[in-house]
């Protein structure tokens, strides 16, 4: 059973900094590209941050040059490094990995089970 868990969410100053981490644990083969998703009350889950395999970075305009994701394969963990947070980076932070459990079947979607992250005065 492949198991992604969350950790580094709380509360933060607005220009406050925070590291999110995302460690895959269980049986798989190869982990493909992992996403951080966060999610704000009465909102629509959203996509953060993407990393693929080959290091291929994409963001969302709202965090871009303020955020940076990144990946250690050898610890199968990834990271979102959150810098001058603002009120509405406020929301409950989710992974999502894709990953092959075997090399015969396609790889499938694996989420966290979501930190939370408040960004207050």
């Known amino acids: 059973q492949v198991q992604l868990v969350e950790s580094g969410g709380g509360l933060v100053q607005p220009g406050g900094s925070l590291r999110l981490s995302c460690a895959a644990s269980?049986?798989?083969?190869?982990?493909?590209?992992v996403g951080w998703y966060r999610q704000a009350p009465g909102n629509q889950r959203e996509l953060v941050a993407g990393?693929?395999?080959?290091?291929?970075?994409n963001y969302a305009d709202s965090v871009q040059g303020r955020f940076t994701i990144s990946r250690d394969n050898d610890k199968n963990t990834a990271f979102l490094q959150m810098n001058s947070l603002k009120p509405e980076d406020t929301a409950v932070y989710y992974c999502?990995?894709?990953?092959?459990?075997?090399?015969?079947?396609?790889?499938?979607?694996?989420w966290g089970q979501g930190t939370q992250v408040t960004v207050s005065s």
């Open positions: 999502k990995a894709q990953i092959r459990t075997s090399w015969v079947f396609s790889p499938g979607d694996y």
């Open positions: 269980g049986r798989f083969v190869r982990i493909d590209t």
């Open positions: 990393l693929t395999s080959d290091g291929t970075a």
